[in-house]
């Protein structure tokens, strides 16, 4: 017996494992557990696979295993079989969401560049679903039988509202303004105001637009005060044209002078000139109409004589993202064909939105049928009314709530520092609403006002109420 313990005493003891070690078997044993890809892809829903497709469906099980696999590696336990075909379904839905979503707006500014400016008008929206369903005659004269051109669906319309004798449509105005100097200033002088030499938004300035398109600038006055002798001076035989910019996105106040577009004109064609005036946002209405400063109506400008005029069509205009030229026929006959126009036409989806717009202006009802000036006349005391009954819907199930008055804002580069008087419903700002609010279905936008959210009535269309009261009890009862 003492034999066989001195034996057992002597023989070698297996060393105690050290800790990592322990780590590295447990962390093993995690691993080993991870089901294997076919499995995982076999339990997925058959709807949501199939609407993924095979290939979505096995990327979206490969990057959850891998997560899974880098989090066991950390010291994490291996997640159950029916978290992980929980993540897959996820990874697949956000993969095939679309990233273009509608979205509520709720900030009170009118035009919201971020939010793509002007909502569309319902004819608007109409002539998409109905003109994008099958072929159109885009390009085809129903009544010859023959080859038309895409431009007469807008431009017919855009010649009579204005008074101009011919228009042309390109994606946007920056484009329309550098379309307009390569036609006609290529290689020449455009004489240009120096407190016009704006930046239009996202960094692009006037000056960079102007000298890539191939003009010379040559400026003249100062940042607050240029006069008329300013631009007669600087007149020489390489000039072609003379260039205004209406700072539609800021304002200039105290000691300042601009010459008129009449006494431009005026100067210019005396010396064989041409009138380049880019009007930013542009409008066809008067604002003034709404307690807002006077914006620059392209009709104005039309018969001030300018040669050549550019504006938006999303912003004031309330239609679609587009570039418009209206002018002299003969110069819009050199824009069209200018090997630019080609490279910045639009497509028929534009052109139908655009033509449904541009012909409630024509029938004299723009003010009612399109969200943009339909925000800009809404009255405060019917926007009480509105919140009002929004505050009757929360209250019955226990949010608390109010109205409170706001300023709301044009935007979109437009009647800077205009406000509108408003009224929006305000709720508690709790941790993470915010944030709820903007990644829920639908998105909803709103703005923050010290330890309130804010809800402008003004820039949330009618038919939006429901969803937008849905949002805010989601959001602060989940």
């Known amino acids: ?34 089901p294997s890809a076919d499995r995982l892809l076999h339990a997925l829903a058959a709807d949501l696979a199939a609407q993924a497709g095979h290939a979505q469906a096995l990327i979206a099980v490969r990057q959850v295993l891998d997560q899974a696999r880098l989090a066991i590696q950390q010291g994490a336990a291996c997640p159950a079989f029916s978290v992980l075909v929980q993540q897959t379904e996820d990874h697949m839905l956000t993969a095939t969401r679309p990233s273009l979503l509608p979205v ?16 569309l008008c319902q004819s608007a929206r109409a002539a998409l679903t109905t003109l994008t369903a099958g072929y159109t005659n885009l390009e085809y004269d129903l009544a010859a039988g023959a080859r038309g051109s895409r431009y007469d669906h807008a431009t017919q319309l855009l010649a009579r509202l204005t008074g101009a004798e011919a228009a042309l449509v390109v994606n946007n105005n920056a484009a329309a303004v550098f379309l307009v100097l390569s036609a006609v200033a290529v290689g020449r002088e455009v004489v ?3 407190g016009q030499l704006v930046e239009i938004g996202g960094g692009f300035r006037i ?3 102007l000298r890539a398109s191939g003009a010379r600038l040559v400026e003249v006055g100062t940042t607050n005060r240029t006069h008329l002798r300013d631009y007669a001076q600087a007149v020489t035989l390489q000039t072609a044209a003379l260039m205004r910019v209406h700072f539609s996105n800021f304002r200039q106040l105290g000691f300042t002078a601009e010459v008129g577009l009449a006494d ?43 040669d050549l005029i550019t504006f938006s069509g999303d912003k004031l205009m309330g239609g679609p993202q587009a570039g418009l030229i209206v002018g002299r026929a003969e110069l819009i006959a050199r824009l069209r064909s200018h090997p630019l126009a080609r490279a910045l036409r639009v497509g028929k989806m534009t052109l139908a939105a655009l033509n449904a717009t541009l012909l409630h202006y024509l029938r004299g009802d723009a003010l009612t049928a399109l ?25 019955a199930i226990g949010i608390q709530a109010s109205a409170v008055e706001v300023a709301s804002t044009v935007g979109g580069g437009s009647l800077p520092g205009e406000t509108l008087d408003s009224v929006a419903l305000a709720v508690p700002l ?5 944030e709820r609010l903007r990644q829920g279905s639908p998105p909803v936008v709103a703005r923050v006002a010290g330890q309130q959210a804010l809800f402008d009535a003004r ?8 969803a937008l009261l849905s949002a805010i009890a989601k959001a602060l009862l989940s």
Not at 104 to 119: D, E, K, Y
Not at 430 to 434: D, E, F, S, V
Request: glycine content about 8%; cysteine-free; proline content about 7%.
């Open 430 to 434: 709790t941790p993470g609403l915010i």
């Open 1 to 34: 017996m003492h034999a066989a313990l001195g034996d057992f005493a002597l023989r070698p003891q297996p060393e105690p494992l050290d800790v990592g070690m322990e780590e590295v078997l447990a962390v093993g044993e995690e691993l080993r557990r991870l």
């Open 207 to 209: 000056p960079d637009v």
């Open 371 to 395: 969200p943009v000036w339909q925000m800009i006349a809404a009255r405060p005391v019917d926007l009480r009314a509105r919140v009002e009954s929004w505050l009757q819907t929360l209250t």
């Open 264 to 306: 431009l004109v005026s100067l210019a064609h005396s010396q064989g000139l041409l009138v380049v005036d880019d009007l930013g946002s542009g409008t066809l209405l008067d604002t003034t109409l709404f307690g807002l400063s006077p914006e620059p109506t392209v009709q104005a400008s039309v018969a001030a004589g300018a």
């Open 192 to 194: 240009i105001s120096r």
């Open 104 to 119: 509520i707006n709720a900030t009170g500014v009118i035009i919201h560049t971020n939010l793509g400016r002007a909502p």
């Open 459 to 466: 820039t949330v269309l009618a038919e939006q109420d429901e």
